[in-house]
C-alpha cells in the first residue's frame, strides 16, 4: 500500500462500466429543457448579488482603518465568486444552453461577458 495520495503502481486503472448515454439516461428529461425565463432570472439573482456587495464596499470607508483592507479583500472574494457565476452564464449561452433560441444566446452571452471585459465569440 502506498502513501496517501499517492498513486500504487501496483493498482491498475479500471475505467467505468457503464456508458455515456447509460449515465445520461439516469438524469430527468427535465434537467435537459432550456427555459429561458428561468435562465433569466438566474441572471437577475447574480446581478442582485453584485449590486448588494457594491452597496456594502460604498460604505467599507466608514470602517476604522484597521478593517479596511480586510474588508477589501473580502469584497474583492465575494464579488469575484458572484460574478463567475455571471461568467459561467454566458459560457453557457456560447453552448446554448441558456436558450432554445440563438439569437438570445449570442446577445445574451455577448453583453455579459463585455460586461466582465470578457471577449465572447472567441471564448
Request: net charge negative; proline share 6%.
Amino acid at each position: 500500500m502506498g502513501v496517501k495520495g499517492t498513486v500504487n503502481p501496483e493498482e491498475s486503472f479500471e475505467p467505468p462500466t457503464f456508458t455515456i448515454k447509460e449515465l445520461r439516461d439516469c438524469i430527468p428529461k427535465h434537467c435537459f429543457e432550456r427555459d429561458t425565463l428561468r435562465s433569466f432570472s438566474y441572471i437577475f439573482y447574480d446581478l442582485c448579488g453584485v449590486a448588494f456587495l457594491y452597496y456594502c464596499a460604498s460604505h467599507i470607508s466608514m470602517l476604522p482603518a484597521v478593517l479596511r483592507l480586510p474588508a477589501w479583500i473580502a469584497y474583492c472574494i465575494c464579488q469575484g465568486v458572484v460574478c463567475t457565476g455571471i461568467w459561467v452564464i454566458a459560457h453557457e449561452c456560447g453552448h446554448g444552453g441558456f436558450s432554445a433560441d440563438i439569437a438570445t444566446n449570442n446577445i445574451t452571452g455577448w453583453v455579459l461577458h463585455s460586461a466582465l471585459l470578457v471577449p465572447y465569440y472567441s471564448w
